[in-house]
Nanobody, 112 residues
């Protein structure tokens, strides 16, 4: 059974940092693109970052470039999103994604 389980979401002040983790089971991570999306209340889900499977190129949304870092450990089947200099507009539910599969999400709230 394929499962994606996110963790690491929390309440943090502006300027703070968080590290989100995504554990994948029942699926070979190494040969697929993986990424993170987020959805704020009343807004559509948007892509945050993605690692391409073919060349390892990492894409970042303009709004997070320079602040967020995506990485993955193929051997451990883990994906990580390191988030620094967080802003209130980064708040939302963050979802891990791989090959069309989604996790259940983890809540990130950035508030004074």
């Amino acid at each position: 059974q394929v499962q994606l389980v996110e963790s690491g979401g929390d309440l943090v002040q502006p300027g703070g940092s968080l590290r989100l983790s995504c554990a994948v089971s029942g699926f070979p991570v190494a040969h697929y693109s993986t990424g993170w999306f987020r959805q704020a209340p009343g807004k559509e889900r948007e892509g945050v970052s993605c690692i391409r499977d073919k060349n390892g190129f990492t894409y970042y949304a303009h709004s997070v470039k320079g602040r967020f870092t995506l990485s993955r450990d193929n051997a451990k089947k883990m994906s990580y999103l390191e988030m620094n200099s967080l802003k209130t507009e980064d708040s939302g539910v963050y979802y891990c994604w791989i090959a069309g599969l989604w996790g259940q999400g983890t809540q990130v709230t950035v508030s004074p």
